[in-house]
């Protein structure tokens, strides 16, 4: 049972040691955003909790250990997919959500699943590439100031400022103190001035104009991105580089965002990214998380016969098949085992049941979860227990309007109720259609908030219901509008 998505508001909790990840510190730091599904939690929880168990194990003992993947089996909205994605972000590890039902097998148009590992790869590496940029921020930064500096007061030669240096206007009201003295020593304390103006931030007003680098631009080969290319697209790269030369780009920007586009650009120059690669591929290997979702759309329908998309369906489990059970696939970065790789199935089963993938596919994942519908109960806790949970964003949106939600008791009950009545008369979606009846009910004052200035406005049983009412009643519109 799940809270919404929309984990991005609330503040990210500090990363927890791996030795420090019990199966119960990943299920109460699970808990914390996601409400019930103790069996899937503690199923992953186990799971992660090996990875740590197999890097202590020594010898040959530690190959021959491989992960255990997951079915998750229940409706949409019910949590499968954020339990994934929390478990990932916990551990640090790189993650990609895929849908099977977008996979085609080898030979029709359309992408071809050894694009998932390939995903992987680029997240790796981008994980790690951040990773380097934030350790090699500090000293970036003073690389950064440097050439500002130089931007700000070009170094003097024979009277002259050196050529490509952009002055800076005369610097007015409180900076007008620090002007250029004659001399090399006046120079250099001059320098020294402007440095402490721009620590205090007060050039932040000036604009000043700065090259920066940009990758060259690859359109006619990204065209192909995507359509079950991949591989002939990064051989074409490699062997036309010179349609990726890097370029330059004058901007005019603000002195702070100038700071931060050189910063980012110096950290770039210092990141070793050989090192960065090689840590990348070594971490996706060990440590990636591939969640597969939609799995019960290419599982073939019981009595269906053998023919039409029933084929195709097959044809992707089974290319599935060796990359789940471990292989070597090729990705730009070099090749990426996925043998240690843990795979997260999940699907709803409505029509096929997991008896309807192949017999070998069945077997690599022995591990299968059933997550439980959402209740009444459940809903009323979704939407105030979790971090993350919608009435608080909803506050936290208002309040940068200066108004104040203040959300009654009662008028959770009766959300949560109208959420549980409407899955039970319609498609149940889970906690998603708590999305739909919180829009329907604050859309007014969503509206309305930058004219009514700093107010509280109370959210009553009867002000939901006064909101709701009249698609309530309309049985043809409520299932177009909820």
């Known amino acids: 049972m799940s809270s919404p998505k929309g984990s991005s508001s609330a503040s990210p909790s500090p990363r927890i040691r791996p030795e420090k990840l019990t199966p119960k510190a990943i299920v109460e730091e699970l808990d914390r955003y996601i409400i019930g599904q103790k069996s899937a939690k503690r199923a992953v929880a186990v799971a992660l909790r090996n990875r740590w168990r197999r890097q202590q194990v020594e010898g040959p003992m530690r190959d021959e250990i491989t992960p255990k993947n997951i079915m998750l089996i229940g409706p949409t909205g019910v949590g499968k997919t954020e339990i994934a994605r929390r478990l990932a972000k916990l551990a640090g590890a790189p993650f990609v959500k895929v849908e099977a039902s977008k996979f085609t097998e080898v030979g029709y148009v359309g992408r071809d699943v050894d694009s998932m590992v390939r995903d992987l790869a680029e997240t790796a590496v981008q994980m790690l590439r951040e990773e380097e940029r934030v350790r090699m921020k500090p000293r970036a930064r003073e690389a950064a100031e440097d050439r500002l500096l130089d931007i700000l007061l070009p170094p003097v030669s024979h009277g002259r400022s050196t050529s490509g240096a952009i002055p800076m206007p005369a610097i007015g009201d409180a900076t007008s103190r620090a002007q250029v003295p004659h001399g090399a020593d006046g120079i250099s304390g001059s320098r020294e001035d402007l440095r402490k103006l721009l620590r205090d931030g007060k050039l932040d007003e000036r604009t000043v104009e700065i090259e920066t680098a940009e990758a060259g631009q690859t359109a006619v080969i990204d065209m192909f991105a995507g359509s079950g290319m991949e591989d002939m697209m990064a051989n074409l790269k490699n062997m036309m580089p010179q349609m990726q030369r890097t370029q330059t780009k004058r901007r005019r920007l603000t002195v702070p965002e100038a700071m931060e586009a050189l910063t980012d650009e110096e950290a770039a120059k210092l990141i070793d990214t050989d090192k960065v690669t090689k840590e990348a591929m070594r971490r996706a290997e060990q440590a990636g998380i591939i969640f597969i979702d939609e799995i019960d759309k290419v599982a073939g ?122 899955n039970a008369r319609m498609e149940n979606i889970g906690a998603r259609r708590l999305h739909t009846i919180m829009e329907l009910v604050l859309d007014d004052l969503a509206f309305e908030a930058p004219e009514l200035g700093n107010t509280t406005i109370p959210i009553t049983a009867a002000y939901v219901r006064d909101r709701l009412g009249s698609v309530l009643k309309d049985e043809d519109l409520s299932q177009y509008v909820l």
């Open 301 to 422: 329908r019981q009595g269906g016969g053998s023919g039409g998309p029933d084929v195709s369906r097959e044809g992707v489990q089974r290319d599935l098949l060796p990359i789940v059970e471990g292989s070597t696939i090729s990705t730009k970065y070099g090749p990426l085992k996925t043998d240690h790789v843990l795979f997260i199935a999940a699907g709803a089963f409505h029509v096929s049941k997991p008896k309807d993938l192949i017999p070998e596919l069945q077997g690599r994942f022995p591990i299968r979860v059933e997550l439980e519908s959402l209740t009444g109960n459940d809903l009323v806790r979704i939407l105030t227990e979790p971090e993350n949970a919608l009435t608080k964003q909803y506050t936290a949106l208002l309040a940068t309007e200066g108004v104040t939600l203040d959300i009654q008791a009662e008028a959770v009950n009766e959300i949560a109720r109208v959420a549980a009545d409407v």
